[in-house]
Structures are given as C-alpha cells and as structure tokens.
C-alpha cells in the first residue's frame, strides 16, 4: 500500500537546524514530484518546497527561501528537508504528499503522510 511517514521533527532553539524526511513505501518515488506543507493551529496550510521527480527544478515559499533546502535520494526512496535558520513562526506539523505528476504544481498534490511536528522555542 502506498505509504509517506515523516520523520525528524523535534524541539529546537530559534537559530537552530533541523532535517525532516519523508520515506516513501508502496512505491517507486522517483516518478513523482514531493511537496513539503506545514499547518499551525488556527492556520490554513501552506504549500513550503516542492522537488520534481528528477530533482532537477525545486520549489520554496518566500518565507523559507534562502533557510530550507529540499532534495531527493531516490535511491532510499526518501525526500528530506533541511531547515536552517529557524524561527518561533517555523513551529507547524510538517507534512510530506506525493503530486500526481512528476512536476510541481499547485493543486496536484493526492497522497499524505501524516505529519510530525516542529516546535522552535527557546
């Protein structure tokens, strides 16, 4: 059955660095573009980085750019975000989804992973 768990979400200081995973099952990842998203309580959810399914053309909000790099091991069959740099504003549940092309586009996005959560707080 096809499967997204994320992994490596913890509680980190302001400034701090954080790595989040998305392991894919089920599946051959390759052949999909991978979103990360992220959701606040009382907030919508919000579209963060999204790589193409050969990592050659990848994504970021203007409120990550320059502090998050999304890349893929096709290899593991797993998507990761690094995140640097972070802000209290950064806390959220992070999710990964798979698109149902190999290109990001807004809207594609059909399969979830569950979530785990990123706290930045001193």
């Known amino acids: 059955q096809l499967q997204l768990v994320e992994s490596g979400g913890d509680l980190v200081q302001p400034g701090g660095s954080l790595r989040l995973s998305c392991a894919a099952s089920?599946?051959?990842?390759?052949?999909?573009?991978i979103g990360w998203f992220r959701q606040a309580p009382g907030k919508e959810r919000e579209d963060i980085s999204c790589?193409?399914?050969?990592?050659?053309?990848?994504k970021y909000a203007d409120s990550v750019k320059g502090r998050f790099i999304i890349s893929r091991d096709n290899a593991k069959n797993t998507v990761y975000l690094q995140m640097n740099s972070l802000k209290p504003e950064d806390t959220a549940v992070y999710s990964c989804?798979?698109?149902?092309?190999?290109?990001?586009?807004?809207?594609?996005?059909?399969?979830w992973g569950q979530g785990t959560q990123v706290t930045v707080s001193s």
């Open positions: 989804a798979r698109s149902r092309l190999r290109f990001c586009v807004v809207n594609s996005f059909t399969s």
């Open positions: 089920g599946f051959t990842l390759d052949n999909y573009a």
């Open positions: 790589i193409s399914a050969g990592g050659g053309v990848t």
